[in-house]
Nanobody
Framework: QVQLVQSGGGLVQAGGSLRLSCAAS????????MGWYRQAPGKQRELVAA???????IYADSVKGRFTISRDNSKNTLYLQMNSLKPEDTAVYYC?????????????WGQGTQVTVSS
């Protein structure tokens, strides 16, 4: 049974940094693309960043140059390093599998973690 367990998140000041982690069970991690999504109150869920099984990456324009997605296949873990955080980054963040990078064909989701950036 596949599970994605998230950790990290919390309250930080504008300009600060935070790292999110997503640990996967089962044998699907290394053969799937992975993505980070976020949803703020009153807004639709959006793709923040994604990474293929071979390491190719995609970023939303709003986070380019500030966020970095990475994966450690030996540990079955996905990461999102968030630097220079802004209040508009405030949202619930989710990790998910994707059958192909950036295609939003998500089979499994993490439980979500709150990120709040104060001004």
């Amino acid at each position: 049974q596949v599970q994605l367990v998230q950790s990290g998140g919390g309250l930080v000041q504008a300009g600060g940094s935070l790292r999110l982690s997503c640990a996967a069970s089962g044998s699907i991690f290394s053969i799937n693309a992975m993505g980070w999504y976020r949803q703020a109150p009153g807004k639709q869920r959006e793709l923040v960043a994604a990474i293929s099984s071979s390491g190719n990456t995609i970023y939303a324009d709003s986070v380019k140059g500030r966020f970095t997605i990475s994966r450690d296949n030996s540990k079955n873990t996905l990461y999102l390093q968030m630097n220079s955080l802004k209040p508009e980054d405030t949202a619930v963040y989710y990790c998910a599998t994707d059958r192909q990078i950036g295609k939003d064909s998500n089979d499994y989701w993490g439980q979500g973690t709150q990120v709040t950036v104060s001004s």
